[in-house]
């Protein structure tokens, strides 16, 4: 598994870099084959490194996850493009429509949240009934529900962390899928792929039965995702830090 998560993670960084960077060294610019020939290691050390940070601390794997799915097309277009942990399964379906993605790949994509954790905030709605209805939330397992609401108190804890797959947190399998099918996912926006859906129930189920499939599309997804509205020629760069724009 430690083999698969660091070519997950190899996956998404080399279809991250084609469509966020160019390179302006003798005029030339990132394509799926660059490292072909300006590194043909590049692949082999990525991994290497990868797998050795993510031994040594699993979140890493997440992150680099949540750093795709979030691009450098800007801050404020991951605020207003990513979708919202209590937003409808409608609004959902419309941002990853509006990026040229389908049902497939929002079904598959979500199962992204394998691994990696939330904070209380994103989900203690779901919690003490604070939809605006005053209904009990039937899509939570009561059992589930009580206990994270030992550590997602109806005040403070905001920052608390819980896992998204209690069962696998830190391994990349389709337990999302059937945490999904035991009312046990933690995010509103997982559970609606369940409930407000057919097309979309019938996905969690196929990818909870077959690990194969999930693990295939999810890869498919990643690309597709990694080759939206790429930034060629002159419209990028190489960061020298990632974390701000040269």
Do not use: W
Request: charged fraction near 20%; glycine fraction near 6%.
């Amino acid at each position: 598994m430690a083999n698969f998560m660091s070519f997950l993670m190899l996956l998404s960084l080399l279809a991250f870099a084609p469509s966020c960077f160019c390179h302006k060294k003798l005029g030339s610019y990132l394509y799926p084959q660059f490292y072909d020939y300006s590194c043909p290691q590049a692949q082999e050390i990525v991994k290497s490194i990868l797998a050795n940070a993510v031994a040594k601390e699993p979140r890493i794997a997440a992150s680099l996850l949540r750093l795709h799915f979030h691009d450098c097309a800007s801050l404020s277009g991951s605020n207003n493009n990513i979708p919202a942990p209590n937003n409808t399964f409608q609004t959902i379906l419309t941002k990853f429509k509006l990026q040229g993605l389908d049902i497939v790949d929002l079904v598959a994509l979500s199962g992204s949240h394998t691994i990696g954790n939330s904070r209380c905030t994103s989900f203690r709605q779901r919690l003490y009934n604070q939809t605006g209805n005053g209904k009990q939330d039937f899509t939570l397992d009561p059992y589930y529900a009580a206990e994270l609401r030992a550590n997602c108190p109806k005040s403070g804890g905001d920052q608390n962390l819980f896992f998204l797959d209690y069962v696998t947190p830190t391994k990349f399998d389709n337990n999302y899928f059937k945490n999904l099918l035991a009312y046990k996912g933690l995010l509103s926006s997982d559970e609606v792929l369940l409930t407000k859906n057919q097309e979309s129930a019938e996905l969690v189920k196929l990818y909870a039965e077959r690990n194969d499939l999930f693990f295939e599309q999810f890869a498919k997804s990643m690309i597709k995702m990694g080759n939206i509205s790429p930034l060629t020629g002159s419209r990028g760069h190489i960061r020298t830090n990632c974390r701000v724009v040269n």
